[in-house]
């Protein structure tokens, strides 16, 4: 099973067109997208409902047809608003695709600010401005050629990515950052060390001071800070990535529960079954029940026999994995003014 579930390692498209196509639809029990980061910029468009989506430090509450923009290397997730579904697309793209070589002035002055976080546009993007609207409908024109059989598709693509970044220029949305984004970027590196550190070792016993070392912060500001980006605790993070360790063994091997809650790092197996059922709504035995006949099925042949059964299809994330969110820990009700302008440095 692969470890690191926070850096992304995945391939987006492929070498000669590295543009990522991705659509998902969550309830707020799935959860809305996992906080994760990877190297490529996003562009992610909800086509209906609403959630709150969090980009570094900064949580926005997005509707259907509302658009945001994720720069390379921030950490980013969703979380659920209040009983909301959320359907969205993302398309992901390496930007050294678009540079045109070390003499190209495009590159110079607008792409590679953008890929060493020096400038860009803003993270939220609305209908209620002309610049918005007409952003948002780019990208949904570019979703819309994920399909296209025309010859031209990649060159299409290509032209409406430098299409959408000379209109956000010409309107006046590419700006520097300022030295608080620069700031945070510099304390979401060192946050990042620890959660690969993390995710590494989860195996064994880890200690806040120990965590808080890796990242070169003192505890009570480690712990701050993670819950600040993660919005939870280094240990209801690490107890959730511990069980989903463990959900992913039940599924994919023999072993006995006995062996999979140890090797998840859990040494006390009625708080292994405790945490467990407060995340999947089940035992390990009865997950497991459920998932183990799964292999060696076809898609398809799952589906038939669990009809068959009178059990409801499952869905098949095709992208970010999520956590699941049990009632208890949704988070509460804040407007604009609340919990979603979290700035750095708040508890």
């Known amino acids: 099973m692969d470890n690191k579930l926070l850096k992304e390692d995945r391939r987006h498209g492929t070498p000669g067109f590295p543009v990522g196509f991705y659509q998902q639809a969550r309830t707020p029990q799935e ?5 994760h980061w990877h190297e490529e910029i996003e562009f992610l468009r909800v086509t209906s409902g609403r959630a ?3 980009i570094g430090l900064s949580a926005y509450e997005v509707s259907a047809g509302e658009a945001l923009f994720i720069p390379g290397g921030l950490l980013h997730g969703g979380y659920p608003l209040d009983a909301s579904d959320c359907a969205y697309e993302a398309l ?4 050294g695709w678009l540079d045109g070589g070390p003499d190209d ?13 020096r400038s860009g546009p803003p993270h939220h993007w609305t209908r209620d401005t002309p610049w918005g609207k007409s952003a948002v409908a ?13 010859p031209a598709r990649e060159l299409r693509v290509k032209a409406g990515l430098l299409n959408l970044i000379a209109d956000l220029i010409d309107a006046g949305q590419w700006q520097p950052r300022s030295q608080a984004d620069e700031g945070e970027s510099h304390a979401a590196e060192r946050l990042k060390e620890a959660l690969v550190y993390m995710e590494t070792n989860f195996a064994r016993k880890l200690s806040l001071r120990e965590l808080a070392g890796v990242a070169g912060m003192s505890e009570g500001h480690f712990s701050r800070m993670f819950k600040a980006y993660m919005r939870r605790t280094p240990v209801e993070y690490l107890n959730r990535y511990r069980i989903r360790y463990a959900a992913g063994r039940l599924s994919a091997s023999d072993s006995t529960i006995s062996e999979v809650a140890l090797e998840a790092g859990f040494d006390n197996f009625s708080y292994f079954i405790k945490l467990f059922r407060g995340i999947y709504g089940c035992t390990p035995s009865a997950y497991r029940t459920a998932g183990v006949p799964d ?5 398809s042949s799952r589906e038939s026999r669990d009809m068959k059964k009178g059990i409801a299809p499952r869905r098949r994330h095709s992208f ?5 969110w049990p009632p208890d820990l949704l988070p509460s009700r804040g407007g604009r003014g609340g919990r979603l302008a979290r700035k750095r440095g708040d508890t």
């Open 31 to 35: 959860g809305i997208l996992d906080f």
């Open 52 to 54: 709150i989506f969090q």
């Open 92 to 95: 992901v793209c390496d930007l």
């Open 105 to 117: 002035a495009i590159s110079a002055r607008y792409l590679r600010p953008l890929q060493r976080g």
């Open 138 to 150: 780019r990208i949904a024109e570019l979703q819309a050629l994920e399909h296209a059989a025309e």
């Open 295 to 299: 292999r060696g099925l076809s898609a």
């Open 320 to 324: 970010f994995k999520a956590f699941y």
